[in-house]
């Protein structure tokens, strides 16, 4: 098996694993807002939330940058998406931190708490989705 | 008035027998990376584009132009 093919394999398991963790992250967020949420929830959707950004920035070609597979894993097709979807992660939460502005107006019972867990998920959820879209159809 | 950088990779990649894979390999990038170039969603470097067309032995203006 060639460094192409194994990068390829790597890729395709990143996306899907972007994918479940952006779901997981949307998840555990949803039970710490229901009211159901206790200082362990808030802790593994704030560690989740850490997970998922660390995940968007390219640590393992600063960690191991003459190794051929992750020179692959981070070539200038995934770096070009990784730009993307960092552009759709950001304007996702605009977005979210509008609405949030525009609805305070009609209920100031919002919490800044609240307004910083919406913005964060929005923003980082939607980069890791775009990410994994665009890199699952640019393997198609 | 819309530019696009049109490439004609997929007919000398086939001319010289070679897969996705198997060009990816030749210049060091990913085979998703080919794919879409080869099919225009992606606009290669300059680097790349010269890579690709010493790769297939093609001169570079002859394997990327610009379409209006």
Redesign the interface.
Known sequence: MTAVDIAERKARFRAFGFLFLAGLTCAVMIIVRSGRGTDFTQGLWLGLLLGCALNLLPIKRWLRPNSDVVRLLDDEGARANRQLSCTVGFWAAVVVALAFQLVSHFNAAIGAEEVGQYVATAGIVSAMVAFAILELRAAR | MTERLANKIKSEREKASLTQ?AL??LV??????I???ENG??T??AT?AIKLAQALSVPVEELFWIER
């Not at chain 2, 060091?28 to 990376?33: E, P």
């Open positions: 894979a990816a390999e060091g990038v990913s085979r998703k990376t794919n879409t170039v969603v992606f290669p470097s790349l």
